[in-house]
């Protein structure tokens, strides 16, 4: 693939560049001032990215200040087709002007009954045609407490395992399956827990201390011991539950081997394979659905982000032999939103008709291709990861303790210096993975090769500028 070479043939920034350069300053505005006295504690993205935002337009945002951004968030990643897309504005207004109730609760319509033959449509066809759907209440952690409900219910067993920095919501029962030590702490023992942490392949820092096929190899055979020893401590388990890609652990992809061992394994041992694509479905990777790149079938797949054309919705898509449950096992007010669905079968059509998947997967190329030139120069890129248009790269100290692969810790202080400083400059990205160290880039779809190279740009200048000032 081509890459256009202006942009990455000189990364590095000289000092005189910046007083050329149109730099933001962050003073709080009023609407930000107040948002800080009245909003909860717990709010989060308002403390790295202080904007008060007013318009969306396509992959852009404009602030109450008449700043536009690039956002590179997008909802995280819920607007596939980006701010305000027209079909999605249309479809809203066709809502409207046809006076369709606006909540249904589980009552059908021709609406939902459209946006259920478009999703079962996307989806491989040894999976829809034997899948059951359930509507969920508007966000993807509830889809994943519908997913383990329906799993224990099905089995009879009340264990579920889960990865290492795995991510699949904040609600009790999902929060139960994080990674994440933070949220968890405060609450001492969740409610019901019954989960079994397993080492994600994670191939940059394996948790083995090996890595390549020699890492997936012993990931997989622990695995398959754990459930296959009598004496393993853990006891049969109704699901195993995994990202494709792990997005706020870091976009780490996993190795599509170690998928398919995956799913051979539960397969075997009777255990319901739950993939989590809330964050990586709808073209996202390059594939319609990320379990896609590993050709494998899973038993369970929860929806959420993209779903609903940027509105709340989320679903739960299973195989028929789960489907054990009894009437009103899982219910919610707000699972009716026919808005969202008129919305999401607008971004489902539009994703088949123009190959966004395909676009994604060319845009992610060139991005990343990007990204590996500008590493050449600055060692501080540890590692440039992901699927498609879910990128990440991993900020890394070279002058810290190496482990044992070689590789120098993360640096989350020089990750949360280069996110400042892309904001300065118009652009909007998000941290994650191991201590914040994990720049992500997760933008619309729709992102043009030009603007993927104006990303570039913003990056490679803030990237200069951060480790000025370090």
Same mark, same amino acid.
């Given at each position: 693939?081509q890459v256009?070479?202006s942009?990455v043939?000189?990364?590095?920034v000289?000092a005189s560049?910046?007083a050329?350069?149109?730099?933001y300053?962050?003073d709080?505005s009023?609407?930000?001032?107040?948002?800080?006295?009245?909003?909860?504690?717990a709010?989060?993205?308002?403390?790295?990215?202080?904007?008060?935002l007013?318009r969306?337009?396509?992959i852009?945002?404009?602030?109450v200040?008449?700043?536009?951004f690039i956002?590179?968030?997008?909802?995280a990643?819920?607007?596939a087709?980006g701010?305000?897309?027209?079909?999605?504005?249309?479809?809203?207004?066709q809502?409207?002007?046809?006076?369709?109730?606006?909540?249904?609760l589980?009552l059908?319509?021709p609406?939902?009954?459209r946006?259920v033959q478009?999703l079962?449509g996307?989806?491989p066809?040894?999976?829809?045609?034997?899948?059951?759907?359930?509507?969920?209440g508007p966000?993807?952690?509830?889809?994943?407490?519908?997913?383990?409900?329906?799993?224990?219910?099905?089995?009879?067993?009340?264990?579920?395992?889960s990865f290492?920095?795995g991510y699949?919501g904040?609600?009790q029962g999902?929060?139960g399956?994080m990674?994440?030590l933070?949220?968890k702490?405060?609450?001492?023992?969740?409610?019901g827990?019954?989960?079994?942490?397993l080492?994600?392949?994670?191939?940059?820092?394996c948790?083995f201390g090996l890595?390549g096929?020699?890492g997936?190899?012993?990931?997989?055979?622990?695995?398959?011991?754990?459930?296959?020893?009598?004496e393993s401590?853990?006891?049969?388990? !109704? *699901?195993?539950?995994? $990202?494709?890609?792990?997005?706020?652990?870091? &976009?780490?992809?996993a =190795?599509?081997?170690w %998928?398919?061992?995956l799913r051979r394994i539960?397969?075997?041992?009777g255990?319901?394979?739950?993939?989590?694509?809330?964050?990586?479905?709808?073209?996202?990777t390059?594939r319609?659905f990320?379990f896609?790149?590993?050709?494998?079938?899973?038993?369970?797949v929860v929806?959420?982000?993209?779903i609903g054309?940027?509105?709340?919705?989320?679903?739960?898509?299973y195989?028929?032999?789960?489907?054990?449950?009894?009437?009103g096992?899982?219910?919610?007010?707000?699972?009716?939103?026919?808005?969202?669905?008129a919305a999401?079968s607008a971004?489902?059509?539009?994703?088949r008709?123009?190959?966004?998947p395909?676009? !994604? *997967?060319?845009?992610g $190329?060139?991005?990343?291709?990007?990204?590996r &030139?500008?590493?050449r =120069?600055?060692?501080? %890129?540890?590692?440039?990861r992901?699927?498609g248009?879910?990128l990440?790269v991993?900020?890394?100290?070279p002058?810290?303790?190496?482990?044992?692969l070689?590789h120098?810790p993360?640096?989350g202080k020089?990750?949360?210096?280069?996110?400042?400083?892309?904001?300065r400059?118009?652009?909007i990205l998000e941290?994650g993975?191991?201590?914040?160290?994990?720049?992500r880039?997760?933008p619309p779809?729709?992102i043009?090769?030009?603007e993927i190279d104006d990303?570039?740009?913003?990056?490679?200048?803030a990237?200069q500028?951060a480790?000025?000032?370090a």
């Open positions: 693939m256009v070479s942009v043939e000189n990364p590095t000289p560049a910046e050329a350069e149109t730099l300053r962050f709080e009023p609407l930000l001032a107040r948002q800080k006295r009245q909003e909860s504690n709010r989060s993205y308002p403390r790295r990215l202080p904007l008060a007013k969306g337009r396509g852009r945002v404009e602030d200040e008449g700043r536009w956002d590179c968030l997008a909802g990643g819920t607007l087709l701010h305000n897309h027209p079909v999605v504005i249309e479809a809203i207004r809502v409207l002007d046809d006076e369709l109730p606006l909540h249904t589980d059908t319509t609406v939902k009954d946006f478009d079962f996307l989806l066809e040894a999976f829809s045609r034997e899948a059951k759907i359930q509507f969920c966000t993807g952690t509830d889809a994943v407490e519908a997913a383990l409900k329906l799993v224990r219910t099905a089995t009879g067993r009340s264990t579920v395992l290492q920095g699949h904040m609600s999902a929060l399956l990674g994440n933070g949220p702490k405060p609450l001492g023992a969740l409610l827990n019954g989960v079994q942490f080492p994600y392949p994670y191939a940059y820092r948790p890595g096929d020699a997936v190899r012993v990931n997989l055979n622990y695995l398959e011991n754990l459930l296959k020893d009598p401590g853990v006891q049969p388990p !109704a *699901a195993v539950i995994v $990202e494709v890609v792990q997005g706020e652990g870091g &976009v780490i992809p =190795d599509l081997d %998928l398919r061992g539960t397969e075997e041992a255990v319901a394979l739950i993939v989590d694509e809330i964050q990586s479905g709808f073209g996202r390059g319609m990320a896609e790149h590993a050709g494998i079938l899973p038993d369970v929806l959420s982000k993209a054309g940027s509105l709340p919705l989320a679903v739960m898509v195989r028929e032999w789960l489907d054990k449950w009894l009437p096992a899982h219910a919610g007010t707000f699972r009716g939103n026919q808005m969202a669905m999401g971004v489902m059509r539009y994703l008709e123009h190959d966004l395909g676009h !994604a *997967a060319a845009m $190329e060139r991005l990343a291709e990007h990204l &030139v500008l590493q =120069d600055f060692p501080q %890129l540890g590692d440039i992901g699927r248009l879910m990440g991993e900020i890394v100290d002058r810290g303790v190496a482990d044992a070689g120098p993360g640096d020089l990750a949360s210096a280069i996110q400042h400083e892309c904001l400059r118009g652009l941290l993975g191991r201590h914040g160290c994990v720049v880039f997760l779809l729709v043009s090769a030009e990303v570039v740009q913003r990056f490679a200048r990237l500028a480790l000025r000032r």
